[in-house]
């Protein structure tokens, strides 16, 4: 088993900027693809980022592009979302997932991710 813990969450203003972290542990090999997930109060998870084992192929929802950006750094079994530019639609708990199968791209769903971190709180005021 892996797992896998964030940090970074916090309270900022709109327009304001995070960056999220997650570090995996254990069978961190067994993990390739990693991703961001969100959920607000009474909505379902979406997904929001994630990226391939390599960091070469990485993919956004719609709802972020061209304001979060995600990394990763292997060497430290670490992934980061960087959040510019936020608003209040960003307000949720952000969970870190990982992929133990290789894909050629990575996915969206959460049915795709095994494993999973215990969230950290990103609160958005206006």
């Known amino acids: 088993q892996a797992q896998l813990v964030e940090s970074g969450g916090g309270l900022v203003q709109a327009g304001g900027s995070l960056r999220l972290s997650c570090t995996a542990s254990?069978?961190?090999?067994?993990?390739?693809?990693m991703g961001w997930f969100r959920q607000a109060p009474g909505k379902e998870r979406d997904f929001v980022a994630a990226?391939?084992?390599?960091?070469?192929?990485?993919r956004y929802a719609d709802s972020v592009k061209g304001r979060f950006t995600i990394s990763r750094d292997n060497a430290k079994n670490t992934i980061y979302l960087q959040m510019n530019s936020l608003n209040a639609e960003d307000t949720g708990v952000y969970y870190c997932?990982?992929?133990?199968?290789?894909?050629?791209?990575?996915?969206?769903?959460?049915?795709?991710?095994?494993?999973w971190g215990q969230g950290t709180q990103v609160t958005v005021s206006s």
């Open positions: 254990g069978r961190t090999f067994s993990i390739y693809t």
């Open positions: 997932a990982g992929d133990m199968y290789y894909r050629t791209s990575p996915r969206d769903r959460t049915n795709d991710y095994n494993y």
């Open positions: 990226i391939s084992w390599s960091g070469g192929i990485t």
